[in-house]
């Protein structure tokens, strides 16, 4: 996941997202760029032309705060990615921690036998780590429940199961830039961002825009194949013993056919837990990686 120039990647992808009106810039002349000038955005941010040039050409490697906010106004970037922008700017105060890959007993046994609904444990690669028996009758249509990214843009299954497919893509992948963030030299993350990349282009096309979004509850429309449709929310808990952790629980709203849905998933995951020879030991499986 490490770049030459990961900061100039960053900042011309988010200056073609932003319009001159968007900026309040008035454009009377043909444009040969998709967004806003060099030029534009060193004036919005009140740095010269030059010094702008030199920050997404790589040869400013020390710009200020002041300097960073100044931009970050400029791009119009929302708090996840202006906190990106100073965190690629100044790598020096990256924390060198490494993700922690193994669900602790005490947390599988938490999804296994407290959580009734369906809970799953996350790493930073979007890769799923353990699931409760609801969780993984939950993504039971797909070939594999290995990773969330590699399950939507890969799997036939994900255009099915995500009923807006577009909208989970685009989080999906804004979430993953979020969450890879604190790992830049992580292995895991950028094998799954090169396969993906080189497996889809539709993510390749999400991961070049540079957004930056960290999900941490939602409202899906899903669809599966032994409940049919189903509105779920879904809460995303940082495990604090784990870094790079993340517990998601899906629910329903109460009295709703959605909910009833859950319900119905619970007991046909009971089923199937009951049919299987019993296990030594406890907690929730691991699920496979990529």
């Known amino acids: 996941m490490t770049r030459a120039n990961e900061l100039g990647d960053f900042l011309r ?30 004036l919005l941010a009140g740095v010269s032309t030059d010094y702008y040039t030199r920050l997404e050409q790589g040869r400013e490697r020390h710009p200020s705060e002041q300097v960073l906010g100044a931009v970050a106004r400029a791009l119009h970037l929302d708090e996840p990615a202006a906190t990106h922008l100073f965190r690629i700017a100044q790598p020096a105060q990256r924390a060198a921690t490494t993700p922690v890959t193994t669900v602790s007993p005490e947390l599988s046994r938490l999804m296994d036998h407290f959580l009734d609904l369906p809970a799953c444990v996350v790493g930073p690669a979007l890769d799923f780590l353990a699931a409760n028996p609801s969780g993984r009758r939950l993504f039971s249509d797909f070939a594999r429940m290995d990773n969330q990214l590699r399950m939507l843009f890969l799997d036939p ?17 804004s979430n993953l830039r979020a969450q890879a963030a604190p790992y830049p030299d992580d292995p895991r993350i950028a094998q799954v961002i090169g396969e993906l990349s080189l497996r889809s282009p539709a993510f390749a096309g999400l991961w070049a825009r540079y957004d930056v979004r960290p999900c941490t509850s939602d409202d899906k429309p899903l669809w599966h194949s032994q409940v049919g449709e189903m509105y779920l929310h879904y809460e995303s808990f940082t495990v604090a013993s784990a870094p790079g952790q993340r517990l998601l629980v899906y629910s329903a709203e109460p009295g709703t ?34």
């Open 13 to 42: 992808a988010r200056r073609d997202l932003v319009s001159p009106a968007q900026a309040g810039l008035a454009s009377h002349t043909s444009r040969r760029v998709k967004g806003l000038r060099r030029e534009e955005v060193a």
């Open 157 to 173: 299954v994900g255009r099915r199961f995500y009923r807006d497919w577009e909208r989970a893509a685009r989080g999906m992948v």
């Open 257 to 290: 056919p959605s909910a009833d849905a859950l319900v119905l998933l619970r007991t046909l995951a009971d089923d199937a837990r009951a049919a299987r020879p019993p296990r030594t030991g406890s907690g929730a499986s691991t699920a496979p990686r990529a």
